[in-house]
């Protein structure tokens, strides 16, 4: 198709690349999500279905969730007791085309639009965490919300760099470099945006609010190598945390890291 026409090549190629992964058997509905009320919000005639917990004593303060590419609100189970029990109102949806919501497609701009229309039908929201392709999402959802240096903003393993996802794309799938012109020029008509834009090193840079940014050194999924320039800037507002062994799906998993992303969203509440 790249011989004939680079553009329709390049339609092809960006189905491709926003559709999740198939074949994989229903996860078992976690116990914590039978006790969590069912709420949804629209998104371009797309039903989006997600879940809200209520704490017992409210703190008053909102936190999303954002799982990441071929993944699903479940992964996250171990999140919902530790942060109701700090006073946090829980929110998770499924992103489009992935577990309970409707949709085929899904894109950082997809997935962002979602995020900040979870504000607008459910928030303010006051922290957001975010793993892989949803801590990108989150990120740029997070830059576009009024007030944000006074939310605070957890990134797990995130898809730092669009490029770099794009990049490796095409190794799997190779096409001239007519094709790959095609397909930037595509992603900048539908989204208004260069694949450039599509940067959590980018967004962070641009905060002030507090962020802490988890990521594996041994992540083959979304390289450390991306993050590295990053931790030689002058970013105060930004805590890194590097982990070792654990990978780019074990990283959110660990007790530890649990923990210690409840203790951030929990700190200096007032």
């Known amino acids: ?10 339609e092809m190629a960006y189905r491709i690349f926003c559709t999740p992964y198939a074949g994989k058997t229903p996860r078992k509905i976690p116990p914590v999500f039978h006790k969590a009320e069912k709420i949804a919000l629209r998104l371009n005639a797309l039903t989006i279905r997600g879940f809200r917990w209520i704490p017992e004593h ?3 303060k909102k936190i999303l969730i954002a799982h990441g590419f071929s993944s699903n609100a479940y992964k996250f189970e171990k999140y919902i ?3 109701k029990k700090e006073g946090f109102e829980v929110l998770a949806f499924d992103a489009p085309a992935h577990g309970q919501s409707e949709g085929k497609l899904i894109n950082a701009y ?16 006051y922290g957001i965490m975010g793993h892989s392709l949803g801590g990108l999402a989150a990120a740029l959802a997070f830059e576009a919300l009024p007030g944000n240096q006074d939310r605070k903003l957890v990134l797990v393993a995130p898809a ?3 490029t770099r996802a794009i990049d490796n794309f095409f190794r799997m799938i190779p096409v001239s470099p007519a094709v790959k012109q095609a397909f930037a020029g595509l992603i900048d008509e539908l989204t208004e ?8 090193s980018r967004v962070v840079k641009s905060l002030q609010a507090p962020v802490l940014w988890i990521h594996d050194r041994q992540d083959t999924i979304c390289p450390f190598e991306d993050v590295k320039p990053l931790l030689t800037q002058d970013l105060p507002h930004v805590q890194f ?7 780019h799906s074990q990283v959110y998993k660990d007790n530890k890291i649990c923990s210690g992303i409840v203790r951030f969203f929990a700190g200096n509440i007032s």
């Open 58 to 60: 409210p703190n008053g």
């Open 1 to 10: 198709m790249g011989l004939v026409s680079p553009r329709k090549a390049a």
């Open 241 to 247: 945390q590097v982990t070792e062994g654990l990978g």
């Open 193 to 200: 945006h260069p694949v450039s834009y599509y940067s959590v």
């Open 110 to 125: 997809i997935y962002r639009q979602v995020l900040l229309q979870a504000e607008a039908s459910f928030g303010p929201i």
């Open 81 to 83: 007791q530790p942060l």
């Open 160 to 162: 730092t760099e669009t």
